[in-house]
């Protein structure tokens, strides 16, 4: 062995050694004044506990297993009600916490911790936001990282944090609704987190890092009600993207379509969405995180699949249903996305009248659409109060259906336009809608082109529609028991009152009238449909009036045709009752 081996080896064993002395001799007191310092940068509400920690100072490591970091419950519930303290309180528990890459030699020096790597497994992690009123506030509440480390450092750099494997606990408690949630697969990293001095000033969305990602896989949540469950599939946000993902969702209705209404025991639509991709781009994470609000550039939702089903059967006991507008201009949280696109989805709406075992249905397939300007932040609706909202779809899988609806923020009656066009297609094909809500049947008949415009508001809607068909024939339903006078009042209407074509061969086109006053306790599909059906029937001649009288009449050829039934069954009698005579005096 060489003379510089030794030397070598020899600074190398001694290296050891002294790192095992000081690790002896400084290791309780170091362990004391971590625990110190967590104390007294959190102004008594939080205690630091470990079981070991193991240290190497060459390499500037520790591992420190079974991590505990405990609040002060009492102290904050003191704290809360003279309104001040954090908004938000944590508890934390690890198995396993691992810091690699200290760099000792700068802390001594000048007092700026470096770091390479935080690493925390397997946490369970509980966070209570505690909401006050404003005005019981002592003063804002204000974080400030940099005030609970500058009495022991100048700054603190991490080049990397990793919680992995984690469990969250969220609740939320105070002036709003309370919430509790549970994450049971919690990822969460950053890049380049600093703190020093110029810390107060950072207004970016990277919470004092170059970039923050998080990762929730496989939530369910029971909604409030518990009548519905929330899946999300794995949901990712990147700060230094701006950007959140959503691979999937799931709205469940925890009962089938007639069992959710017998438990509900009242009129209330029953809603299923699933969706692809979800993608939220420009996301404001810190409005997000820090207030719950929602902001963004661009939503993208894929591969949406919406069914709403009404059984309408108790109508007066169903809630008033506010309008979509008005319950955003109205809803408790903050939401300013400037377009929200919707790509390859669907939407059915099916509803089933009292008494009736059909359902009807509507269905909107291939559905796209770009919706602008969505707020209900006062400034935003000032500049601009317009939700526009372009939709393409294909109606009954055979019209192609263009909607273009104009929202009003800045009206409280809820006021709305609605613009619409639809192609060439078989009337037959909206039978299935038809049958169960107007009780009307289509025989034959196609459709040219339709047009329609109306506007409307929380109280009616009214406009006009221009029915462009050809060689239209119908039938009136009605129950089972009334089946023959439906047929005579559907050869009546066909023959006395039906526009069998639109335009008429001697005459100009008939302009449909859209006129319909709401019923309060529908959902806006049902207000929007209904509307369009007054339309409808103006344009081909029925009426509600001419309908009742068709429908008398029938009843009135009904009667007669009874009781020519009866006088015929009466003459046969007759006419066996002296055929039985004859053949008895024979």
């Not at 950053?190 to 939530?219: P, V």
């Not at 469950?229 to 230094?240: E, K």
């Not at 317009?386 to 009656?413: Q, W």
């Not at 038809?434 to 409307?456: D, P, S, V």
């Amino acid at each position: 062995m060489t003379l510089s081996a030794v030397v070598v080896l020899s600074l190398f064993l001694l290296l050891i050694i002294v790192n095992s002395i000081i690790i002896h001799f400084a290791k309780p007191r170091l362990v004391a004044y971590l625990k110190e310092t967590v104390y007294k940068a959190s102004d008594s509400l939080y205690t630091l506990d470990f079981d070991k920690i193991r240290m190497n100072l060459i390499r500037g490591s520790a591992d420190i297993s079974e991590v505990y970091l405990r609040p002060d419950t009492a102290l904050y519930a003191s704290l809360r009600s003279r309104g001040a303290g954090p908004p938000l309180l944590f508890d934390l528990h690890s198995e396993h916490l691992k810091i690699r890459g200290v760099h000792l030699f700068k802390l001594w020096r000048s007092k700026k911790l470096a770091v390479d790597l935080i690493s925390i497994e397997k946490p369970d992690i509980g966070v209570l936001k505690h909401v006050l009123p404003e005005d019981t506030l002592a003063k804002p509440f204000e974080f400030d990282p940099y005030g609970m480390i500058a009495p022991v450092l100048a700054s603190l750099r991490v080049d990397r944090v990793r919680i992995s494997d984690g469990k969250l606990r969220y609740k939320k408690e105070g002036i709003r609704n309370g919430l509790s949630l549970h994450f049971n697969k919690f990822f969460l990293e950053t890049d380049g987190l600093y703190i020093d001095s110029m810390s107060r000033s950072d207004t970016s969305g990277s919470f004092y890092s170059e970039d923050l990602r998080l990762s929730i896989k496989d939530f369910k949540f029971r909604l409030p009600d518990s009548l519905y469950n929330l899946h999300l599939g794995t949901v990712r946000l990147s700060s230094r993207e701006s950007r959140l993902s959503i691979d999937s969702l799931w709205l469940e209705p925890r009962h089938g379509e007639m069992e959710f209404h017998k438990i509900q025991d009242k009129e209330t639509d029953r809603l299923e969405l699933k969706t692809g991709l979800i993608t939220a781009r420009d996301f404001d994470i810190r409005s997000f995180l820090r207030n719950e609000e929602l902001k963004a550039g661009e939503i993208l939702i894929e591969d949406a699949v919406l069914v709403d089903f009404l059984y309408n059967f108790r109508m007066d006991d169903r809630p008033y249903q506010t309008l979509p507008h008005l319950a955003l201009k109205n809803a408790g949280i903050t939401l300013d996305i400037r377009k929200l696109v919707i790509k390859n989805s669907s939407a059915v709406y099916r509803e089933r009248l009292a008494g009736n075992s059909e359902t009807g249905q509507v269905t909107f397939r291939n559905l796209n659409g770009i919706i602008t300007n969505i707020s209900n932040i006062p400034e935003r609706i000032a500049a601009d109060s317009v939700i526009h909202a372009n939709i393409e779809t294909s109606l009954m899988d055979v019209g192609s259906l263009n909607v273009k609806f104009d929202f009003y923020m800045d009206r409280d009656d809820g006021y709305f336009t609605v613009n619409g066009s639809l192609g060439r297609m078989p009337m037959e094909a909206i039978n299935p809608m038809l049958e169960a809500a107007a009780r009307l049947k289509i025989k034959r008949g196609t459709l040219q082109k339709l047009l329609f415009t109306l506007h409307g508001d929380s109280t009616r809607s009214a406009g006009s529609m221009k029915f462009y068909y050809n060689n239209l024939n119908v039938e009136l339903l009605g129950k089972e028991d009334s089946e023959s006078n439906m047929k005579i009042a559907s050869a009546l209407t066909n023959m006395l009152l039906l526009y069998s074509n639109n335009p008429p061969p001697e005459g100009p086109l008939r302009t449909g009238v859209i006129s319909f006053t709401r019923l309060k306790n529908k959902s806006i599909f049902n207000y929007l449909w209904k509307s369009l059906l007054t339309g409808f029937k103006s344009s081909v001649g029925i009426s509600a009036e001419k309908e009742s009288q068709l429908r008398g009449m029938a009843e009135k050829f009904k009667e007669r045709k009874e009781r020519r039934e009866e006088r015929k069954g009466a003459r046969q009698e007759r006419r066996a009752g002296r055929k039985a005579e004859r053949q008895a005096d024979q």
